[in-house]
């Protein structure tokens, strides 16, 4: 959209509020509101922001950061292009932000200017990268799961299905196309996957959906959780991405009818960056104490590096095409990801592993065909299945140590990323699994 068009659209809906939305280090999703009359100037200028904002973790505390304290302004910039007005809210729209110094120029802690540069990497490259963020996530009604049916039972749906309704509704008005939606393995889980997108919409497209999410089980009179575990006796929430690469005219880069899993040489490089890099990529991907809950052998979110054909405890799955449309489905699933991640982050940090995959030809090795946790400890090491990391700060040492992912974020972004999630491990250290479970439920 162009300026005039997004204030046109604002004062043929009667619009009071547009809210500049932004998601931090910590995966919260915050922002600040510009009210109607304010909004010629606050479209072109951007709204103030402390840079310490930066710096603050999912407990709103702020962190000690070079840069990043009582002195100092950023502005939220909106990307114009994401205008929405929200369905939800009444008189209401928003807008996503990218962060700018005063001058103008994209700040070196802003999350969607990190995914912003691996997207135009990729794309010197001849390779556009398209995403597709599933969404797991669990109602709940005075505090315990809003029903108890069984995974995938029509009897879920049936409880559900206003719900449902009401939020395949608001998707759509916001032009986000829903694939499927199906009850989900936890009392009260459910998940929606929607249309892959240019990597850049696709995050984006995934801050709306949470807050689209959110919004409607409100109006329904639940709460959601998007917590990766916000019950230790039930199964965790994921955010599973997909993902694939097109050339310029569309082709799936992804794809080989030769390969006996229809994928091509780039694809397994690809897979094999980010292989190499994924004890360091978790700490983006499965971001807080409460994600390495879930993070456990089988439980179907996996545990150890590896790849396989459509294997659910492979953190890399090659899915099954779509007969007939082999060429532009072929895709790969990355699962060791949840929803308290922030999407640019994350997706930044797959490309760039991936990307340094390809640069360097690496080999993903064999495929695991069997539950890697069967696999005889010997053989495992024989094989370079190493365990990955068990919980945050472990991760959060890995990504200290990996120089390509250090480099693609700036030193700015993964020191104060670091100094917020090293917070929080020192936070939850001495809770109970169950306080910790607790304090996550409704976070995100």
């Known amino acids: ?209 949470r807050e689209t999410i959110r919004a409607v089980a409100k109006r329904h009179g639940l709460q959601v959780s998007f917590a990766p575990k916000p019950w230790l006796d039930q199964a965790g929430n994921g955010g599973h991405i997909h993902f694939s690469a097109r050339d310029d005219e569309g082709n799936n880069l992804f794809y080989d009818p030769r390969d006996p899993y229809r994928l091509s040489i780039l694809g397994y490089q690809f897979m094999a960056g980010i292989l190499f890099h994924l004890p360091a990529l978790l700490a983006l991907t499965t971001p807080t104490v409460n994600s390495y809950q879930r993070l456990v052998p089988n439980a179907w979110s996996s545990s150890y590096a590896c790849w396989g054909p459509d294997n659910r405890e492979a953190p890399l799955r090659i899915a099954s095409p779509i007969k007939t449309q082999e060429q532009q489905s072929v895709n790969v699933e990355f699962k060791p990801a949840d929803l308290t ?26 495929p695991v065909l069997s539950n890697p946790d069967d696999i005889p400890a010997s053989e495992r090491e024989a094989r370079g299945i190493i365990r990955l990391p068990a919980s945050l700060d472990q991760a959060l040492d890995h990504l200290a140590q990996d120089a390509v992912l250090q480099e693609a974020m700036g030193e700015m972004l993964v020191q104060s990323y670091l100094a917020v999630k090293r917070s929080e491990v020192a936070f939850y250290q001495n809770k109970s699994p169950e306080e910790i479970a607790a304090w996550h439920r409704f976070r995100y």
């Open 1 to 209: 959209m162009e300026l005039e068009d997004v204030l046109q659209k604002v004062q043929e809906q009667d619009i009071r509020f547009v809210r500049f939305l932004y998601c931090d280090n910590d995966g919260i999703i915050r922002g600040k509101s510009a009210y109607a009359p304010t909004l010629p100037a606050r479209l072109s200028s951007g709204i103030g922001l402390t840079v310490a904002m930066q710096a603050m973790n999912s407990l709103d505390q702020l962190q000690a950061v070079d840069g990043m304290g009582p002195v100092g302004e950023v502005r939220l910039v909106p990307d114009l292009s994401t205008f929405q007005v929200l369905p939800y809210a009444p008189n209401t729209a928003a807008v996503l932000t990218v962060m700018t110094t005063l001058d103008g120029h994209p700040w070196d802690a802003c999350p969607r200017s990190f995914l912003a540069r691996m997207d135009q990497k990729a794309k010197a490259m001849g390779i556009t990268i398209q995403a597709s963020i599933e969404n797991e996530f669990s109602l709940v009604q005075d505090d315990k799961p809003w029903d108890e049916t069984l995974c995938f039972s029509s009897q879920g749906m049936l409880i559900s299905q206003d719900f449902i309704d009401d939020l395949a509704k608001s998707l759509e008005q916001q032009g986000i196309i829903l694939e499927q939606y199906y009850p989900e393995l936890a009392h009260g889980q459910h998940e929606i996957s929607v249309r892959h997108r240019p990597v850049m919409e696709a995050a984006s497209q995934q801050l709306y959906i």
């Open 341 to 366: 991640s922030n999407p640019y982050l994350a997706l930044g940090a797959l490309i760039a592993a991936g990307l340094d995959g390809i640069a360097h030809k690496l080999d993903p090795k064999e």
